[in-house]
């Protein structure tokens, strides 16, 4: 199985256009120690024909263009990418659909509620139903991965995640943390190896460890340090848990709750553009290396 990180960054990327808190000024100058990073996306292939996207974020098309990968081959008109997997509904992580145009078949993998979100926004439309078959997906089982030109050797597995729904669907009251196919993770498997993707994440309950544990590579939700680090930065209002998303530090944290995972890699993706973690000199990215959790950077191959 090959892995290619696409998208590193959360929501905005880093830097976000419109942000101008350190890391962003530092990322925006050149600092090498401040990688930009595009938004929130995987590229997984067993055998190196057919690609699967997992996500689309809205930086896709600049996502194709970086990896030769994902280049055309054969023919007037080719793409390797044969099919996509989402996690959730998100912006960061539907818009590339859009991108998808152009007249290319593939398959469309999310849950039947992801897929409605899908159906319910009709610019959606501009991916041509005769060429992209859009398949729900139930939780908890495992399926093969087709694609319009054969099978793609990879079986994915949409599991719950506790989690919400979409930024523009939320609505008063709704909980944060709960496990519906809004928020999903994926476990895939191909050639015996195992890897676990879960780029949002509101609590790691049980049966999330467990499903972690013992993976090939886990790529986990790393979406900001501290719960209140974008009030801290003056950037906004929220803290991490009311966007889904729990802190990676704190008695509360990831890090705490996954201190005893054991897996071949531990990646830390869906980064946001405060995070101290994306900055290569940071006592933050320091504390997680010694805790044997890497961070995610665009471009980079994984093999597990
Ligand atoms: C998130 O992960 O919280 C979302 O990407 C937020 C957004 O869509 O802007
Ligand atoms: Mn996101
Ligand atoms: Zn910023």
Known sequence: MRIVILGAAAGGGFPQWNCNCGGCRRARAGDPAAKPRTQ?????????????????????????????????????????????VLTNADVDHIIGLIDLREGHPFSLYA?????????????????????????????????????????SGLSVEMFPVPGKVALFLESEGMRLDQETGHTVGLELRANGRRVVYVPGCARVSDALFN???????????????????????????????????????????????????????????????????????SPERAALAAAGWEVAEDGREVTP
């Open 40 to 84: 929130s996306s995987l590229a997984v292939s067993a055998d190196g024909e057919r690609w699967v996207l997992l996500n689309a974020s809205p930086d896709l098309r600049q996502q194709i263009l970086a990896n030769p990968a994902l280049h055309p081959r054969h023919g007037a008109r080719h793409s390797p990418i044969g099919a996509v």
């Open 111 to 151: 849950t039947p509620e992801i897929q409605d979100v899908l159906a319910a926004n009709p610019v959606f439309g501009v991916l041509n139903p005769a060429l992209v078959s859009r398949r729900p997906l139930a939780l908890n089982g495992p399926v093969e991965i087709d694609t319009p030109t054969g099978p």
């Open 211 to 281: 499903r972690m544990h013992g993976a090939d590579v886990v790529f986990f939700d790393g979406t900001v340090w501290h719960d209140d680090e974008m009030q801290a930065a003056g950037v906004g209002t929220k803290t991490g848990r009311r966007m889904g998303h729990l802190p990676i530090a704190g008695p509360d944290g990831s890090l705490a709750a996954l201190q005893h995972l054991r897996a071949g890699r531990k990646i830390l993706i869906h980064i946001n553009n405060t995070n101290p973690i994306l900055l290569d000199d």
